[in-house]
């Protein structure tokens, strides 16, 4: 993790998401990147039937001329002794598509960004947060982070798992490789039951048998919880396992997919109050 990137839209939310970023970096010995991304406006032209066209070079000046200004306070507004700070204003690109500006940021390790749910303002409307659709679309770690997290080494970490699914081995061997930094933190695999997901103990115990000969990793142990949901599921477990960090996959589900089946890991971004680290389970072009 050599290098963290953290992206803000200057709200009180993303300036909390900086905190904990910066603590991040400070803990790892990583370099960190304070990026603002934004779309140029567009003005209309009313006389050629409603075309648009991009706004004169001499107003695009002086919006990038704001937003950095805005960016380079942003970016001392934080605590950050002892970490090394760079700034970056990306214009005619879109958060949610990292592919557009990760190439600008070489070895970039974790993303961090700030969310707050639906609500927020950087809502999506009818396609969910930019959050999520950040986390759906990135080919490398997101760490989302909730305004009621404050920074604190991890000390116990909860991977809810599917027990059917061939990746789940892969990915438990990336989260322990990549939470190495926390020395001491314990990782707890979690299968939560509902109604309509309900993995029987016989599988279980198969599961578990084979973890257990393909990961080494010393008090390696396993939560069942059953609830009405996989998010209320969550919630209950993280409560009552006192864990700081939930670290999950994303299918990085798109189009008439994600329509149909949505993503458990979004909806836990957009709706549940805990730092929440995202790993990509396919690589993404």
Do not use: C
Not at 115 to 142: D, E, K
Not at 256 to 283: K, R
């Amino acid at each position: 993790m050599k290098k963290l990137l953290h992206l803000t839209d200057f709200s009180e939310v993303a300036r909390n998401a900086y905190e904990y970023a910066a603590a991040i970096a400070k803990a790892v010995g990583a370099e960190l990147h304070v990026a603002h991304v934004y779309d140029r406006p567009y003005a209309s032209i009313a006389y050629q039937g409603g075309l648009s066209a991009v706004i004169d070079a001499e107003m695009d000046e002086k919006i990038r001329a704001e937003l950095r200004k805005h960016l380079e306070a942003y970016a001392t507004s934080v605590q950050t002794e002892g970490v090394r700070v760079l700034t970056h204003l990306w214009g005619d690109m879109t958060v949610w598509r990292p592919q557009e500006y990760l190439d600008k940021v070489p070895e970039t390790g974790l993303i961090v960004v700030g969310t707050r749910g639906a609500t927020s303002l950087w809502h999506g409307g009818l396609f969910g947060t930019n959050t999520a659709r950040l986390i759906r679309n990135s080919p490398i770690p997101v760490l989302g982070v909730h305004p009621q997290n404050t920074y604190k080494p991890f000390s116990k970490a909860l991977l809810p798992i599917d027990v059917f699914d061939e990746r789940t081995i892969s990915l438990i061997q990336r989260s322990l490789e990549y939470l190495k930094p926390w020395t001491g933190l314990k990782l707890s695999l979690l299968v939560v039951n509902t109604p309509y997901v309900f993995y029987d103990t016989a599988s279980i115990d198969k599961f578990i048998t084979q973890v257990r000969q393909e990961v080494h990793y010393e008090g390696l142990d396993l939560k069942v919880y059953n609830d009405i949901s996989v998010e209320e599921g969550l919630r209950q477990a993280m409560e009552a396992e006192k864990a700081d960090l939930l670290v999950m996959g994303t299918h990085g589900r798109k189009g008439l997919a994600q329509l149909l089946f949505g993503s458990i890991t979004e909806n836990v971004a957009q709706h549940l109050a805990y730092p929440l680290l995202v790993f990509p389970l396919e690589a993404k072009g």
